[in-house]
């Protein structure tokens, strides 16, 4: 079976512009989370999704980050405009929420450079 | 406060013998359970253990296992036989509430980097 499948899995931009990093979940998961990993802030969650609808967004930035859910196989974090502190790696991750562990499957990450 | 404190930012150990990266939390809620994942070099973040709360026996899988002190709340992964390719970054994390509860997010701690030597 296929794993979380993010993409792209690098991307580099410059300062101001809209970046789209996307998201395909494990199918049959119900649960959907967004992770930022730095050096210096360690791994953040940033939003998590329960069956498409977001339950907690508290991790998310600022006005700049927007992330949406419009079906189960598919999830997008839109960063407008992006800045070169938002420069780390993004992490997808899924889970089924009836799991016996409710353990989180990672995908590989998108490493976001801004310029 | 941290609810997750991994205290080692390094650990080294030689090939083939055991390690322990330690871990202790904070909450006051009576269900929580407690992951460790691995992050290799190449960067994607694997599954390794899990304990639950109310789990009586130290949690196993292959050559890792969780020595669970409820009381001084930790939750330490062993790695019995250590071999090059466990040199990776490991992270605890926590859930609070039960599992299938509505609020159900992760809670990670900062990491410990594992080095393993020939």
């Known amino acids: 079976d296929a794993g979380?499948?993010?993409?792209?899995?690098?991307?580099?931009?410059?300062?101001?512009?809209?970046?789209?990093?996307?998201?395909k979940?494990?199918?049959?998961?119900?649960?959907?989370?967004?992770y930022r990993q730095t050096m210096m802030r360690g791994l953040e969650l940033l939003i998590y999704f329960n069956n498409n609808v977001p339950i907690d967004d508290s991790g998310m930035p600022e006005d700049r980050f927007s992330a949406k859910m419009p079906n189960a196989s598919f999830s997008t974090l839109k960063i407008q405009p992006s800045e070169p502190r938002d420069s780390a790696v993004y992490f997808c991750a899924s889970r089924k929420q009836e799991s016996y562990y409710n353990e989180q499957f990672f995908?590989?990450?998108?490493?976001?450079?801004v310029l | 406060a941290q609810k997750i404190t991994q205290t080692q930012?390094?650990?080294?150990?030689?090939?083939?013998?055991?390690?322990?990266?330690?871990?202790?939390y904070d909450t006051s809620?009576?269900?929580?359970?407690?992951?460790?994942?691995?992050?290799p070099s190449s960067g994607e973040m694997i599954f390794l253990i899990y304990q639950g709360s109310y789990d009586q026996q130290n949690a196993t899988e292959g050559r890792?296992?969780?020595n669970f002190q409820k009381a001084r709340k930790s939750a330490n992964l062993v790695i019995s036989a250590s071999q090059l390719g466990d040199s990776a970054m490991y992270f605890c994390a926590m859930r609070e509430g039960l599992v299938g509860g509505g609020y159900n997010k992760l809670i990670f701690g900062a990491g410990t980097r594992l080095a393993v030597h020939p």
């Open chain 1, 4 to 23: 979380v499948i993010q993409s792209p899995r690098h991307e580099v931009t410059e300062m101001g512009q809209e970046v789209t990093l996307r998201c």
């Open chain 1, 25 to 34: 979940p494990i199918s049959g998961h119900n649960s959907l989370f967004w």
């Open chain 1, 107 to 113: 995908g590989p990450g998108t490493r976001l450079t």
């Open chain 2, 9 to 24: 930012p390094g650990m080294f150990v030689q090939e083939k013998e055991a390690v322990t990266l330690d871990c202790t």
């Open chain 2, 29 to 39: 809620d009576p269900s929580y359970g407690l992951f460790w994942y691995k992050q």
């Open chain 2, 64 to 66: 890792y296992s969780l």
